[in-house]
T-cell receptor, first 118, second 117 residues
């Protein structure tokens, strides 16, 4: 089974509107971390936001917020007031075993290509 | 502060050759991870180094290897290149290996785009 699932290969949003990018995950760990990255065409992975499994509040970073529903194992990214510069590929990723200090690799979803329309 | 630097940015190699990619982490970061990104397989973990030791390895053949130097700079090597090795290779650096919140970790470089012909 896929550990990270992003079901939207492509999304379009009008400039200044909000958009939600979906992410569901699968893990048996109690302690894990969820990340969202933005990858523009230049290739660099830009960190956007982080949510720990034990964090009680949804994470927010400026225009980015994470709608974390632990029971449903979903961690959707909400971008408010979209800008043309937000057009990029967005990846959801998970790191398991956070508290044990074990393997630190990130498992990525397949990504969502977001296009912001003027 | 300077970010993660990967060199070269682009590389074209012939099948059967070998290649070495370099990654300089953020100053003070001691952990370096490598990822391969292809259209077909997406982003896949290659390996992670901390304090010059390989701590974790992904599911890649032995042709893929790496090392880390005392200044935390890392290199990855791919021998006997195959067409399927064409990919964007991304390096990420982080502050520590164990414990702590991950929010400060995993700063990625711009990648090296390798084309095998």
């Amino acid at each position: 089974a896929q550990k990270i699932t992003q079901t939207q290969p492509g999304m379009f949003v009008q400039e200044k509107e909000a958009v939600t990018l979906d992410c569901t995950y699968d893990t048996s760990d109690q302690s894990y971390g969820l990340f969202w990255y933005k990858q523009p065409s230049s290739g660099e992975m830009i960190f956007l936001i982080y949510q720990g499994s034990y964090d009680e509040q949804n994470a927010t970073e400026g225009r980015y917020s994470l709608n974390f529903q632990k029971a449903r194992k979903s961690a959707n990214l909400v971008i408010s007031a979209s800008q043309l510069g937000d057009s990029a590929m967005y990846f959801c990723a998970m790191r398991e075993g956070v508290s044990s200090g074990s393997a630190r690799q990130l498992t990525f979803g397949s990504g969502t290509q977001l296009t912001v329309l003027p | 502060k300077a970010g993660v630097t990967q060199t070269p940015r682009y590389l074209i190699k012939t099948r059967g050759q070998q290649v070495t990619l370099s990654c300089s982490p953020i100053s003070g970061h001691r952990s370096v991870s490598w990822y391969q990104q292809t259209p077909g397989q997406g982003l896949q973990f290659l390996f992670e180094y901390f304090s010059e030791t390989q701590r974790n390895k992904g599911n890649f053949p032995g042709r893929f290897s790496g090392r880390q130097f005392s200044n935390s700079r890392s290199e990855m090597n791919v021998s006997t290149l195959e067409l399927g090795d064409s990919a964007l290779y991304l390096c990420a650096s982080s502050l520590q290996w164990t414990g702590g919140r991950d929010v400060d970790g995993y700063t990625f470089g711009s990648g090296t785009r390798l084309t095998v012909v």
